[in-house]
Structure formats: C-alpha cells, structure tokens
C-alpha cells in the first residue's frame, strides 16, 4: 500500500501548485504565425474560447474590455514522414432486376507514406490591469496529415481543453496529448 502512494508521489513532480487563478472575462489573441493558414486561426481561437468558456471564463470580442488576455500561439511543424497502412474494404453483395453481383475485397500489403504534423499551442494568461503573468502552459500532439485528427478543429480542442483543465498548475514542460 505504501509503494502505491510512493509512485503515485512521484508522478505528481511534474506538476507544481501556483495560485488559484479566479474566473473573469478574457480576451482571446493569436500571436502572429505567417505559415498559420486564416481559417485554421479561427479554429485555434474558438477552441481555447470553448475550453475557457467551460472553465467559468466570460470570452469577450478580442476588443473588449477584460480581466484577462489571452494570447494563443500556435506552431506546427512536419516531423517527418509515417507509413499508415491502407485499409481493406468489406465484402459485398447486389442484386438488381437485371441480374446479381457480388464483390470480394482482398487485403491489401499497401502502405500510404503521409507527414507527421506535430502541433504545439502555448496559452499565456496576463491580467489587463498591470499586464501581470497569471499563467502560462503549452501541450504538444502529433498527427497524419490529411487526417481527420489533423484538422485545426479536432487539434486545437484537444490541445486547449488540455491545457485550460490545468489552470492554475505550474506546468515545468509541455504537456503531451495523444
């Protein structure tokens, strides 16, 4: 019984404690990245507003007064290429007036080479007022491009949830999300 609390002690390092963080309005910035395509910003954006939103934060237009600002800086990066397996088709039958049909899918050895897209958002969190550092961390994925999982939506959903979850921890290194 004693390991489990040693082990469960030790993973609990990475993480420290910092002051609570209150809820309040914020604004949502995106710091400036010329590869970012516009379309992809806004989906950044709106994902830390959701992931905020559902933390009790009021998100107000970007020029708006506020408690909090919000910038949101996103990197992504092609670390190489993956081979993703092609998937097999299922078999199937037809039957029309005219006749019947049956087709056969046979598995296929055939492996689709595809960029690895790796992702890294950073949200700092400064006070209005005085421009004080409330908060800042950064959580970091990695996904096929051409993939659902790598659209800007799905990305940054899963980044921003993760990352807004740990307010107020003081985060040492990025986080790192499936």
Known sequence: MGLG????????????????????????????DPNLDAADAVDFVEAVGHA???????????????????????????????AATGGVGRPSVGAAN????????????????????????????RDRRDDRLVWDGSAVTAQLDGTRDNNAAVVGAKLAD?????????????????
């Open 5 to 32: 609390f040693g082990i469960a002690a030790l993973c609990a390092v990475t993480v420290g404690s910092a002051d609570p963080v209150p809820a309040g309005t914020v604004t949502i910035a995106l710091a400036g």
């Open 98 to 125: 005219w006749g019947g049909g049956v087709s056969i899918a046979l598995p296929a050895r055939k492996q689709d080479l595809r960029a690895l897209i790796v992702t890294r958002m950073t949200i700092t969190l």
């Open 162 to 178: 993760a990352l807004v979850s740990q307010i107020p921890a003081i985060l040492h290194e990025p986080l790192s999300v499936p």
């Open 52 to 82: 905020l939103a559902g933390s009790d934060y009021l998100v107000l237009p970007a020029a708006g007064p506020s408690r909090y600002r919000a910038h949101v800086a996103i990197e992504r990066q092609t670390r190489g290429l993956v």
